[in-house]
């Protein structure tokens, strides 16, 4: 294009040469000049940039009004058209704002730079390289009377390498195998007698790992009463990441009671939020019972109630004085910023522990801005008439002297999950004071790949008494393999994970159709009022078969589960490693199968291997297996579309959306 446009310009000027010799030759002279020129004028301001004498400028032929144009339009087009290939200027243009003096200079540092960042020999090969461009520039700029542009050649760029904060590369380790470290109650000091004796009561002889290491660190916080910690510092905030199962909750629910028995003040004072009622309902129930008999009183805020009923269970009248009536409430977050936001009644200005369950998951709601909302709500006070109460507290700063004066009441968070991201950035939302990890390993062989902070993918625990399996199939053949998983396998009671509300209803109609299997759903589709019964039911051993979405994925703790089938591939490792987490849990043997369609295999399998699973095993159903079945699964989906109809499922956003298709559920 360039050429076209040079030959054009050149072509409109006639003159006295163009009759004596060819015409192309003539092109040819006459661009070869114009280069010449323009080089010149290039390397004249380049001098008057760096402030040498214009001495050749004079030289160059003074060009007519409409040349000079033309040549500007060129230049204009060139940069263009340079810019729109390369994104960057890659020659010095003189009407760059930024002098071409200054530019190599900044060039020449830049290098510099580049070549302190990177080791002795690759230095010398980029140097070798940038000579070899240069010199073959040389050579054809000598032959052509053109600059030829370069350096375009791919390069082997370094590899950054993932830098993880020190807390987090070396957490404190947590074992992994439960069975094989038990610890005594009687070994972890600071539980009173009376929350040992409830310990026992409800069946626990000894602490898992996690509550043998957790426990003591929460209570050594809070050694010197609530107002200051270890050394007369602000006790650090803590993380925790064990495999599902194993016992979390009471690893936050034990010190935290403790803690708080000394009933001092009746303020909130420890939040724990959870992401879904259900989960919140089940920790509820888990403070309550430890709470019983001690002066603690738990209140659970979860929307099973109205607002209104809600907000008289957290204050009671005492005399003429109105106090609170909860020292730890339990919420999700929805409900706890109506709280903040519409309660008056409702203050956070004494808490001394938030808890925050399934922490991955809450980071990633942190749109709903709750704990933005929650530390408003405890350092309100700082500036008000309650800044000099023995209970002022500000917002964390820099520890001096002056800010540990008079002493302060410490938030303290306790952050728990089975798949903590360990992604700095993720984790720097919550603002963590000095945060100290708790981790399980994964075994000899791995561990140094799991402390590897270099290490490309993130990697989980599973649970120890886990079995996995993978089964290929077809589509059409799914229902047939829950089917025959039930009633001739006699594998149940079955979680089964689906991953849409749509595939577990009509699945669970199926079921319900083809008749023998007492199954349910659980999924966005029910009240909460229906999931909780369900879950009942479940847990009590009324339904057999339970096909949820990833509703009940995450913490939902069901002793009875002794099978969990993945009905649909998960398409995330963490929520594979919560779906299979609802089997094997507090030590206890669990199978989990995972149906996977022929193009689903090898994807799956990576994901798995790469978080850190001990193995995956090939489990094949013979086609002959399911013949009894077929016949009257032919039946049913027959009239499996009426019902479905009846029932509303919008067709149209399921895999299976045409009447023939229903073959393929
Ligand atoms: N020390 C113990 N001895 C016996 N059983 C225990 C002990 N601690 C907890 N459990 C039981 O183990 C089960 C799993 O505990 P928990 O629900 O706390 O697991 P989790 O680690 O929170 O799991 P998830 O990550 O899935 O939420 C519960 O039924 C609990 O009662």
Redesign the pocket.
Same mark, same amino acid.
């Given at each position: 294009h360039q050429f076209v446009y040079l030959f054009r310009y050149l072509g409109d000027e006639e003159d006295g040469v163009i009759s004596k010799v060819s015409h192309s030759q003539a092109l040819l002279t006459k661009l070869q000049q114009k280069v010449k020129q323009k080089q010149k004028q290039i390397l004249a301001k380049q001098r008057e940039w760096t402030g040498e004498e214009e001495t050749e400028q004079q030289e160059v032929p003074s060009e007519t009004k409409d040349e000079k144009r033309s040549s500007e339009e060129h230049q204009q087009q060139q940069k263009r058209r340079r810019k729109s290939k390369t994104g960057v200027l890659l020659d010095a243009d003189s009407n760059n704002s930024e002098p071409a003096g200054k530019k190599r200079r900044k060039g020449a540092v830049d290098k510099k730079q580049r070549m302190a960042s990177v080791s002795p020999e690759s230095c010398r090969r980029e140097t070798e390289r940038e000579q070899e461009v240069e010199e073959s520039n040389k050579d054809s700029s000598a032959a052509t009377g053109f600059r030829v542009l370069g350096g375009f050649e791919s390069r082997p760029v370094n590899k950054a390498t993932r830098v993880l904060p020190q807390w987090l590369a070396e957490p404190d380790v947590i074992h992994r195998d439960i069975k094989c470290n038990?610890v005594p109650l009687s070994s972890v000091s600071g539980v009173s007698a009376q929350l040992l004796r409830k $310990?026992e009561a409800? *069946?626990?002889?000894?602490?898992?790992p996690?509550?043998a290491e957790v426990i003591p660190a929460i209570l050594e916080g809070a050694q010197h009463g609530l107002l200051i910690g270890r050394g007369g510092y602000r006790p650090r905030d803590l993380c925790v990441s #064990?495999?599902? /199962?194993? *016992?979390?909750? $009471?690893?936050f629910v034990i010190p935290v009671i403790q803690v708080l028995m000394e009933r001092t003040v009746c303020e909130i004072r420890a939040l724990a939020v959870l992401p879904t009622k259900e989960?919140a309902q089940?920790v509820y129930k888990?403070f309550a019972s430890y709470a019983e008999g001690t002066p603690v009183k738990v209140v659970m805020l979860g929307g099973q109630r109205s607002f209104a009923a809600e907000c008289a269970s957290l204050s009671e009248q005492r005399g003429s004085v109105r106090c609170s009536a909860a020292d730890i409430v339990v919420v999700t977050p929805g409900r706890l910023v109506d709280h903040i936001s519409k309660n008056p009644g409702f203050c956070l200005e004494h808490l001394r522990f938030l808890i925050i369950?399934?922490a991955d998951r809450m980071i990633d709601s942190m749109h709903q801005s709750w704990l933005s909302q929650v530390l408003k709500a405890v350092y309100c006070s700082a500036a008000g008439p309650e800044a000099r109460t023995l209970f002022r507290r500000t917002e964390p700063a820099c520890i001096t002297a002056a800010s540990l004066s008079p002493g302060q009441m410490p938030l303290q968070k306790l952050l728990?999950? #089975?798949t903590l991201t360990q992604n700095p950035e993720k984790l720097q939302q919550l603002g963590l004071h000095r945060p100290q990890l708790f981790s399980s390993v994964h075994g000899p062989s791995s561990s140094t790949t799991a402390a590897d902070p270099t290490h490309k993918h993130e990697r989980f625990d599973f649970p120890q008494g886990l079995t996995e399996f993978y089964v290929p199939c077809t589509m059409n053949k799914k229902p047939l393999l829950i089917l025959h998983f039930i009633l001739y396998l006699k594998l149940r009671p079955i979680l089964c994970f689906t991953n849409s509300r749509e595939t577990a209803h009509r699945l669970y109609r199926l079921v319900q159709l083809f008749g023998g299997v007492q199954a349910a759903e659980f999924s966005s589709r029910l009240s909460p009022g229906e999931r909780k019964n369900t879950l009942k039911n479940f847990e009590q051993g009324k339904i057999q078969l339970l096909i949820s979405t990833d509703a009940a994925a995450? /913490?939902?703790?069901i002793?009875a589960v002794k099978c969990v089938v993945n009905y649909d591939a998960p398409q995330y490792i963490r929520t594979y490693i919560?779906r299979i *987490?609802?089997t094997a849990? #507090? *030590?206890k043997p669990g199978l989990a199968f995972t149906f996977l369609l022929g193009v689903q295999e090898n994807n799956f399998l990576r994901m798995v291997m790469e978080a850190g699973s001990p193995g995956v095993q090939k489990q094949l159903v013979k086609p002959e297996s399911l013949k009894g079945m077929e016949e009257r699964y032919e039946v049913v989906l027959q009239e499996l579309a009426d019902v479905i109809k009846v029932d509303g499922v919008t067709v149209a956003t399921s895999p299976f959306h045409c009447s023939s298709c229903f073959k393929l559920l």
């Open positions: 038990l $310990l409800n *069946g626990i002889q000894h602490f898992f996690v509550q #064990a495999p599902t /199962g194993s *016992g979390k909750t $009471l690893s989960l089940q888990v369950d399934e728990f999950s #089975a995450r /913490g939902i703790d002793s919560h *987490g609802r849990r #507090a *030590g």
